[in-house]
């Protein structure tokens, strides 16, 4: 059934942290956000109060009345025992795992029985963050997907952990929904849950692409917008930060050596200070005057072979694709809601892959997969349930031409 979150903390004011702050006071939930030090606390303080008079100039607040109440239901601290008084606690820290668990532990010693503490990870087990606490059913994971206040950014994902209960489940996605107005989706607890296991992949393969290939990354973000997504490889992870994918890659990696290989062209470009948006340079040069990536390319790689962009985002779909089958066979979460996941946490076009397998046919997208195998190895291995549904001519969804 679960019960009323009336109170929220959080902890960590940093990107995601003060996006979810920021998302629970405009829903009207008081929020104590917790930093490190009296600095930080100061400095988020001021960046939350000049967003919310950001949106009253622009008109989305439209009473004054509620500019004050937003002000008002916003409490920066740097010490944890302001926090006990909260219903729910949303960490948003770095994704450190030692971290992590030093801070649950800590949550855990200080909070009332009741509240339910989740983190924000996107990609690191829940089970092992709850193994700091005493109360393993009471912690969940709630992925929050950047920037937590955008309508086009609606998907939280639910992350049960070994010991989660069904009440903290409950109680989670019903705030997620009814109060911040959400989509959710429930998810197994692995290394990336859903989203990440399917969008690294298919980022990787476009990142790999480039330094064995002589390819225009302009033409491969094309393609991709082209098909459909509303933007391109290239482009999301200048947005994200390629230090930041760059870290989450490096988890994955290591939870799945098998599947995600990473290449030597990611770590390049973050050593060479090329992290995106926010350093004003990345795969694309936001600010000029930096070295065009092409000759940044050349001089590490020197010569390769010509490859069309379309063929490399062949390849990344195919990758895609071939991970939503993947999992759905391991169980992570249902078939709708890896459609719903794919379109609503990251844009992908149209029903869904799941959708799209359907149309292009199990059998194509086994063939392409066993082509790459013989190029590029095991990681393009089709699933066992993509090619049992290849040989019976089966689909996941009928498709009304």
Known sequence: MGYAIRTVGVVGGGTMGGGITALTIRCNRPVVLKEESPELAQKVEKSLHDRFQKWFDLGYTKERSVLDQQKSYLTVTYSIQDLVNTDLIIEAIPENMEWKKELFFELDRIMPEHVILASNTSSLPITEIARATKRPDKV?????????????????????GGSTSSDTMDTVEKFSRATLGKKTIRVKDRFGFLVNCLLLPYLGEAVMALEQSDVSFEAIDAEARNFGWPMGPFGVLDVVG????????????????????????????VDAGRLGEKAGVGFYDMKGGHEPLNAFLQRIYGSRPIVSAQKVFERMTARFLNESVQALQDGVTSKNEIETGAKIGIGFPKDGPLHHISKLGASTLVKQLNGYVQIYGPRFKPAQMLVDMAVRGEKFYEILL
């Open 242 to 269: 390629l230090d930041t994918a760059y870290l989450v890659a490096e988890f994955l990696s290591r939870a799945y050596p098998e599947k995600i290989q990473l290449g030597t062209l990611f770590k390049a470009l």
């Open 140 to 160: 969940v994971g709630m992925h929050f997907f950047n920037p937590p206040t955008s309508n086009q950014r609606m998907l939280v994902e639910l992350v049960r």
